[in-house]
């Protein structure tokens, strides 16, 4: 009887929770902002902003994993000045998560913002309302079920991620060993009731997560 | 009193043109802009809420200069204090009925007045249901209500009554009247019916291609100072059939159909779906009261 180590599990959700947290913070706002600027390069924010959905993980990896390293000048300036090494760690691989997720939570929510009639916002105002109350009382519930599978495949696509954390977190045990990685390792070693655990693990939380959310969004329809 | 001078530049159907108004509305008074869609009559609506900013304007309201181009004034629509009902209701899914009116409370106004406004727009039954699940009359109802919840020094109607069938608008009619005159708020509607024109405002801007082609009373301005003492229908026709030496003429007008009659000489001239106008004298009609 083999005993397993659950650690890998436990830090992929921790990942995605810390991950999908931030995101929450920046994405939303930004959405909101991205749907009713009317800047002139609103295109090109675009798609730096859709750009995670293209790229292969190890590209976006690639370069997060130079601007991090202490040789460059940004690693070197987190380093000095801060004493953050964000390269093979917690902390950079929230970083780049954030980055790579951003767009999964952005595009519904920056779609739901567009969608909702302009005269709601219109309205609001001319009752009086502030811009924050507009945007809390007015706004955000009226896209509710937006804001769930934004939040909920921002959270699934963390867990799922792999080609990032490889590039710039390596394979250390309780810091950047996240479930993916164990179970690429695990096989490679062999061990595939190991990495069968993991992935059995992953399989049946990322559906169950799925099905809550089109659950709760069928309801919210209603 | 409101003395608003105004002046855009649109895009419309036909190409861009100029919106360029100036109105003077006493306080208290009932007016209607009227016209035909696309002549600018919700760009000066919206302008007047601070939803829109003109090119060049000079908006006061009762002495408070709410808008000046020229001295960069721009009061937001949070601070003008109007009530606005939107051609869409604008009600916000989110909420209740209830909700809906409650939201528009200014600070430091009692709920007693939301209580009263659900009674006075027949909402008490409604007032736990979400905007979704109500009739066009009913969401028309409940934004008035909203509208008025704010306690509203000027009342803005964008084509209020537009979606509503002829005894639910005619109720409303009412409704608006008597609210209107009770409390004495500046009210303006936009309308492009004459009867509605008739029956609510004292007084009415006619717009044309985004200036104010005619103003004055209902009465002066669609009969032009003179009654007529003909009946004029336009209409279309429907059927052109020989009838011994004349032709059946059937037309539609408006929703009614009429048959009349028409000589040879002038029924050549006609087919099936032509534009006509009827005249015919308006000597010693019956006239019924309708209940």
Redesign the interface.
């Known amino acids: 009887m083999m005993t397993y180590d659950i650690q890998p599990l436990i830090l992929t959700f921790k990942l995605a929770t810390v991950t999908t947290a931030i995101l929450l913070i920046i994405a939303i706002p930004f959405a909101w902002w991205l749907a009713n600027t009317k800047i002139r390069f609103k295109p090109v924010v675009e798609s730096l902003v859709s750009m995670p959905l293209v790229l292969p993980p190890s590209v976006l990896g690639f370069y997060l994993l130079l601007a991090f390293s202490p040789e460059h000048w940004f690693g070197s300036w987190l380093d000095k000045e801060l004493g953050i090494r964000l390269a093979f760690s917690f902390a950079g691989l929230v970083i780049a998560s954030v980055i790579f997720s951003f767009p999964f939570i952005v595009h519904p929510v920056q779609a739901a913002f567009q969608n909702l009639p302009k005269s709601l916002t219109d309205a609001a105002k001319v009752l009086g309302k502030s811009n924050v109350q507009i945007f809390f009382r007015v706004l955000l519930p009226n896209i509710k079920p937006a804001l769930i599978s934004g939040t909920v495949l921002a959270f699934a696509h963390t867990v799922g991620e792999f080609g990032v954390v490889m590039m710039i977190g390596g394979n250390l045990p309780n810091s950047t060993r996240v479930a993916s990685i164990a179970i690429y390792d695990e096989v490679e070693s062999l061990h595939y009731d190991v990495a069968n655990f993991y992935a059995g693990v992953l399989v049946l939380s990322s559906f169950a997560i799925l099905m809550v959310v089109y659950m709760v969004n069928r309801k919210a329809r209603k | 009193m409101i003395k608003a001078q105004i002046n855009k530049r649109l895009i419309g159907a036909n190409g861009s043109f100029e919106l360029d108004v100036e109105l003077q509305i006493a306080k208290g008074e009932f007016v209607a802009l009227y016209g035909p869609s696309g002549v600018g009559k919700t760009t000066l609506l ?1 302008c007047l ?3 829109e900013q003109a090119d060049q304007a000079n908006i006061k309201f009762n002495g408070n200069t709410w808008v000046d181009t020229r001295l960069r004034i721009n009061l ?9 009902m ?1 051609q ?1 209701y ?1 009600l ?3 909420m209740t009925v209830r909700g809906n009116v409650e ?2 409370l ?1 600070k430091g106004s009692s709920t007693h007045r939301i209580n009263e406004l659900i009674e006075l727009m027949n909402l008490g039954e409604l007032q736990h249901q979400k905007p979704e699940t109500l009739s066009g009359g009913q969401k028309q109802r409940v934004a008035l209500a ?1 509208a008025l919840a ?1 306690e509203p020094s000027l009342l803005l109607l964008d084509e209020p009554f537009s979606a509503l069938d002829t005894e639910m608008r005619s109720r409303l009619h009412n409704e608006v009247l008597r609210l209107q005159r009770s409390l004495g708020i500046t009210t303006i509607i936009v309308s492009h019916d004459v009867s509605e024109v008739y029956k609510l405002a004292k007084r009415v801007f006619v717009m044309e291609a985004g200036r104010i082609a005619q103003h004055g009373t209902p009465a002066d301005v669609f009969s032009a100072g003179q009654t007529s003492g003909k009946f004029r229908f336009t209409g279309e026709i429907l059927a052109l059939e020989p009838m011994d030496v004349l032709y059946s003429l059937t037309v539609l007008v408006g929703n009614q159909i009429v048959r009349v009659v028409a000589m040879p000489e002038e029924a050549l001239k006609l087919s099936v779906g032509d534009a006509v106008m009827l005249v015919s004298k308006a000597f010693n009609p019956m006239i019924l009261k309708l209940e």
């Open positions: 919206r809420a601070g939803l937001e629509p949070q601070l003008r204090r109007v009530g606005y939107f869409d604008a916000f899914p989110n939201f528009a200014r909203r704010s």
